[in-house]
């Protein structure tokens, strides 16, 4: 019960500070969101690249970091105004990223990686899986042409919605296991109990948003 009241209240925590920055404004917003990107894309660097463990990791670890968040920051940097175009936005992640790239695989040839390739590979994957929908995220906040709250307010709040769901309902009567591999106490019955309790967030926000429609 105390396990279970302690996430209750940092998941409380957490809503209130990303809700809070999200109307606050959109250097908050790009600054709190750019905060996350780090944080998971750090948390995936030290799961995916600790098989080498040599003396270059922290380093690999670091710059794979800096050219992880590059499309995030040109993108933020975008529609907050520092810089100017979509051009200028596009040749800046070509100009800087496509160099980093060369240099990521140069450095791991230097460095005599046992694992060069897998190295550069997971990089990659990280920039696809992490970075690169983050900064969509900043997009989808200005599908507008200018900042909307609630765009990015109705995808936050379907998203507990359905990780509330998955775990009530997974919890109570969950049986058949979903990923066993993967998460051993995720089920089919916690997944349709998220999509559900999603479906029904989603019905409200219609109601409530008139922009946000279930279309």
């Not at 940092?10 to 809503?15: G, L, N, S």
């Not at 609630?150 to 359905?162: E, F, K, R, Y």
């Not at 106490?185 to 997944?191: L, R």
């Amino acid at each position: 019960m105390n396990g279970l009241l302690q996430r209750a209240i940092t998941a409380v925590f957490f809503v209130l500070v990303m809700v809070g920055c999200l109307f606050v404004g959109p250097v908050i917003f790009a600054v709190l969101f750019g905060l996350i990107t780090a944080l998971c894309l750090w948390e995936y660097l030290q799961m995916t690249l600790t098989i080498e463990n040599d003396s270059h990791s922290t380093f690999r670890k670091v710059l794979a970091l800096l050219i992880g968040m590059l499309p995030y920051v040109f993108v933020a940097g975008s529609k907050l105004g520092f810089i100017d175009s979509s051009a200028e936005l596009i040749s800046g992640i070509l100009l800087w990223t496509v160099p980093l790239f060369f240099l990521l695989f140069i450095y791991e040839l230097f460095a005599a990686a046992k694992n060069p390739i897998s190295n550069v590979a997971h990089i990659i994957l990280g920039i696809v899986y992490i970075s690169i929908p983050f900064a969509l995220l900043v997009l989808i906040a200005y599908r507008t042409g200018t900042f909307d709250t609630s765009v990015i307010l109705g995808m936050l709040l379907l998203t507990w919605a359905n990780d509330t769901g998955a775990y009530l309902i997974g919890s109570q009567v969950g049986k058949t296991p979903l990923l066993p591999r993967i998460s051993p106490k995720k089920t089919w019955e916690g997944s349709l109990g998220g999509v559900a309790l999603g479906l029904f967030v989603a019905y409200l926000l219609s109601l409530f948003l008139t922009n946000l429609s279930l279309q």
